[in-house]
Each structure stands twice: as C-alpha cells, then as structure tokens.
C-alpha cells in the first residue's frame, strides 16, 4: 500500500518567491483546462482530451507572450495540475452515474490565489532529490531546508510541496510499503477489543479502559476568541488583517496538529496491542447538526477511525464496524435483554432482566465487540476474514520522536 510521510520545510526568501511563481503556474493551466473543457460543453463539442490540453495550455502557450512565464517553472509541475483536473473530472462523472463510493461531488471549480492551501507535486520524472545534507533539491526552486522528524523507509515515488493556511511548507513524500515487513513488526496477539466512541470520554474499551478527551478546541477557545477579535478589529485589505488572519490560521492549526498527534498515538498503541477491533459506524455529519455539533468536530472521530483503517491494513490486524444502529447503549451485555433508550445522563443503568448494573460505555463497548463477531481461533488467528480498505491519509510528521517508531 501506499502513504505518505510529511515534513516541515523552511525555504529561504528567494525559495518562497520561486514556491509562489510555481504555486501561481499551477493554478493557471489547471484554471485553463476547466476553462476549456467548460467552454466544449457549452458549445457541445467533445471534451478536448489530455494531450490536446497540454499542447496548447502548456506547449503552445510557452511560445505567447501572455503565458510566457510558463516557462519559469518545471513542467512535470504543469503536467501535473493537468492530471489533477482530469482526475477532478473523472471523479465527478464517476459521480453522477454513481459508481464513485461517498458523498457526491460536484464539477472542478476555478482555483483561486488565496486559497487557503497551495500545492504542487514532483514526480521522478522531475529529477528531484534528497540532497547528502539533507537538503530537498527541487528544479527551478533549490535546495530547501527539511525538518527530518525521523528515516523514510522507502525510496519516495512522489513528493508534493504544500503550504497551509498558517503560511506554513511542508513536503509530502508518497512511500510504497511492505506489507510483509510491516506485519513482522508488529507483535503477535490473539487480543480483541470493541470500542465505544463518546465525548465525555473520548473512547471506552471493552475491558473497561476509559480514554479521556483532550477537548483540544475547548481548551484553545479563549486563544482563538481573542485572535478572532482582533481579526475583526482590522481594517478589510490592510496589511495588519492579512497579519491577524495568520494569527488566527497559526492558532487552529496549533489545534489541529494537537488533535492529529493524538489520534495517530492512540490508534497506532491500539492496533499494537490487540489483533481485531470493532467499532460502531458513528453518523458524524448527522450528529454535526445537533446541539453537539463543536464537541462532535472537536473529537475528531472520522479522522481516528480512518487511522485505524488504514493501519489495520497495513499491519495485517482485522477492523469491523457495525451499523449505526446497533442498539448498543440499549442491550444488556450480560443477558442480551434489550431495555430501551436512555436520555445521555443515564451513566449506569440497571437490567431489569438479570439485575447486573452497567456502566453505559463499557457496555456499549462490549455490544460492539459482540455484535462484531470477533473472535480468535486456538493458534491466534482471526475468525473474522479481512481488514477494511484503508484510505491514504497523510501521516503527520510534528511531535514524532525519532526511531524505530510505528507510524
């Protein structure tokens, strides 16, 4: 399977102008293609296909005077913004006849430059390379300083610059794993778990373990007020805005990156120590629209889960999830008697069948693992055949220490 490893850099002045130039090419022969697949429709001509829209957006328009500065930059960058609006295309016709899995998505939209987030990617074809000081070498930019949080474990076959909206670069490395030698790293057990997702406590394990929620938004909200003052307090246009607004950038990302470290803690210590894990198919959008919906956002439960997914794969460990509505919080662990929904302030509850009293999340958690099927086989081997496709996710690089660590 394939990931990717991000790392922060820090390009000099003249290494951020070069980054903006190759930012702005980007964004203009992708703007182009849209421009020109949109301009067939409304005529209702046949789309132009990918080499017709690099020779004239990228060839041809070298040779203009209007697009000359085409030039300035590597052209697998060019080349590249043109496959991302195929891809965009491809994806929402795969859409709209419903053979593309998830939300629908809509037609590609005109990029703009202050977007939050600019990107560019290299491919091998672009001679780009690790330099021996360490050094990110790429063509028409330079050698830019990289923070090695810790050792690729592969030769990259990619790697995309992105800066955020906090002004900040990282580089973004796409690694073609093992899986053989990922599953011997990890260690062998016939342990299996439910776990029980909440915002009292982030996550309950079905042996009784209770996770806390870090509330990492609740906790930075009176930062964020006081930047988001400000904010409003600056002149629309002025360079003081433009400085406010990084400020406020710096402070969700401060946030974020906090929340991201935590989720990839958990779940990597959770898919070391236990061979399956079930987990119940949350509705975050649904529940996004209830009075819950800052603490639900807050949590973070879409992006832990997908964690886990994808290093389930990887590690050869089993990922179940039930449906959402698995009575859980209603089912006695101990009997199997369902005794109806309870208001959320109902902790613990008593069954009015066999009398066990219940801890409502540690029941819960329990039901999940049960309604999962999981189970282990005399040598340690699950019974439950298959993990779950796992989705590439960047891997985050900020607060990592360094060594022999499971990503």
């Given amino acids: 399977m394939q990931l990717r490893y991000a790392f922060r850099l820090y390009p000099d002045a003249a290494q951020q102008a070069a980054l903006a130039r190759a930012f702005g090419c980007a964004r203009v022969v992708f703007n182009d293609a849209v421009r020109a697949r949109e301009d067939a ?5 046949r789309f132009p296909t990918a080499g017709q829209l690099s020779r004239k957006l990228i060839t041809e328009a070298k040779q203009t005077k209007e697009r000359s500065w085409l030039g300035e930059v590597s052209a697998v960058v060019l080349q590249q913004s043109l496959r991302d609006a195929e891809k965009a295309y491809r994806n929402f016709f795969a859409s709209l006849k419903g053979t593309r899995k998830g939300p629908r998505v809509g037609a590609p939209r005109f990029k703009s430059r202050k977007d939050k987030r600019q990107s560019i990617r290299f491919t091998a074809n672009a001679r780009w390379n690790i330099t021996d ?32 909206a906090a002004g900040r670069y990282f580089a973004s490395f796409v690694i073609d794993t093992d899986p053989a030698a990922d599953q011997a790293r990890m260690p062998e057990t016939d342990r299996t778990i439910g776990i029980d997702l909440g915002l009292t406590h982030f996550a309950v394990v079905s042996d009784g373990t209770k996770i806390d929620s870090p509330r990492f938004l609740r906790r930075a909200e009176k930062k964020l007020k006081k930047a988001q003052k400000e904010l409003s307090r600056k002149q629309k246009g002025s360079k003081n805005r433009a400085k406010a607004r990084l400020q406020v950038a710096r402070a969700h990302a401060g946030v974020a990156d906090a929340r991201r470290e935590f ?14 894990i079930a987990v119940e198919d949350l ?27 994808y290093k389930a794969e990887r590690y050869g460990r089993t990922l179940v999830r039930i449906g959402r509505f698995t009575p859980t919080s209603q089912t006695c662990s101990t009997c199997g008697v369902k005794d109806g929904p309870k208001p959320l302030n109902v902790r613990e509850w008593t069954c009015t069948a066999c009398g066990t009293v219940h801890d409502r999340d540690t029941n819960a958690a329990i039901n999940v693992k049960t ?22 996710e960047e891997t985050g690089s900020h607060g990592f220490p360094t060594g022999n660590r499971v990503v």
Avoid: Y
């Fill in 133 to 164: 000081s360490g050094r990110l070498n790429l063509p028409k930019i330079g050698a830019v300083k990289v923070k090695w949080s810790r050792t690729l474990p592969a030769v990259p076959t990619s790697v995309t610059v992105i800066k955020d």
């Fill in 371 to 392: 309604a999962a099927g999981l189970a282990v086989s005399a040598c340690g081997a699950p019974v439950r055949p298959g993990a779950v496709p796992a989705q590439r």
């Fill in 41 to 45: 429709r409304k005529a209702e001509q």
């Fill in 283 to 309: 509705s975050v959008a649904g529940l996004a629209r209830t009075k819950l919906a800052k603490s639900v956002h807050d949590a973070g439960w879409a992006s832990f889960v997908s964690m886990l997914e």
């Fill in 263 to 276: 989720h990839h803690q958990l779940s990597t210590r959770l898919i070391c120590e236990n061979q399956g």
